[in-house]
């Protein structure tokens, strides 16, 4: 949505507002948002665990962690647990652990990152650095040992 303010001079001028999904209040020239996987193939009953990592961000410390398991995508396809990750540093790591939720799961989806560039002075200050999705194979699950024999 684009508010557009006249100025003093009457020159009309685009107000933008922030995102409403997507934005984690990352701010920085040029941010990048990428997925890293401990593995590429889980079995159904196992889980991944997935870091998200920013780079380029110049207030790490006020940088919110994204809620995945609020967005749709990632709620069908995983059991979304919050894993601590190192101290906010230059770049950040949201580590997370996804169980999958059935072997229909191909991928960890991917994740609108927007973030603030307050370089941009004409046009949409907001900008989108999308982590692409990763593929990963979910497999059976191993089969339970049988109970002892009363």
């Given amino acids: 949505m684009v508010l557009v303010v006249v100025s003093a001079v009457g020159v009309a ?13 990352a701010k920085g020239a040029k941010v990048e948002a990428v997925w890293a996987l401990d593995r590429a193939s889980v079995p159904e009953d196992g889980a991944v665990v997935a870091t998200l990592m920013i780079r380029g961000a110049t207030n790490p410390r006020e940088v919110v962690r994204p809620e995945l398991a609020k967005l749709a995508a990632f709620d069908a396809a995983f059991q979304v647990e919050n894993l601590p990750g190192p101290p906010p540093a230059a770049d950040l790591a949201f580590v997370y652990r996804l169980r999958p939720r059935n072997r229909g799961v191909t991928g ?42 009363v």
């Fill in 108 to 149: 960890v989806p991917p994740l609108n990152f927007y973030y603030l560039n307050p370089a941009i002075r004409t046009g949409n200050p907001f900008q989108l650095a999308r982590a692409r999705g990763v593929p990963i194979e979910v497999t059976a699950a191993a089969p339970k040992p049988r109970p002892p024999a």
């Fill in 13 to 25: 001028q685009p107000q933008f507002f922030e995102p409403k999904e997507g934005y984690y209040k």
